[in-house]
Nanobody
């Protein structure tokens, strides 16, 4: 059974940092991507960053420069390191696993609130 579990959100002051984790397990495909998305109150879901099974990373304008995506294969976990956080980064952050066989799995989301 495929599981995608996001964690690590919380309340942080502007300028602070957070590291989100996405544990993705139970899938067999050796070709996949894991992406981070976010949804702010009253807005649509937007992509932030993605890492592919070959290690390639892609960032959108929302994630480029302050966010870094990485993974620990031994722990089946992907990380989103977020630095210099701004109030406009406040959102529910989701991770998404897509496999070469067409699998599309979403985690439950973790709340990030940037406020003084």
């Amino acid at each position: 059974q495929v599981q995608v579990v996001a964690s690590g959100g919380g309340l942080v002051q502007p300028g602070g940092s957070l590291r989100l984790s996405c544990l993705a397990s139970g899938f067999a495909s050796d070709k996949y991507s894991i992406g981070w998305f976010r949804q702010a109150p009253g807005k649509g879901r937007e992509g932030v960053a993605c890492i592919y099974s070959d290690g390639t990373t892609v960032y959108t304008d929302s994630g480029r420069g302050r966010f870094t995506v990485s993974r620990d294969n031994a722990k089946s976990t992907m990380y989103l390191q977020m630095n210099s956080l701004k109030p406009e980064d406040t959102a529910v952050y989701y991770c998404n696993l897509q496999t070469a066989g067409g699998g599309d799995y979403w985690g439950q989301g973790t709340q990030v609130t940037v406020s003084s």
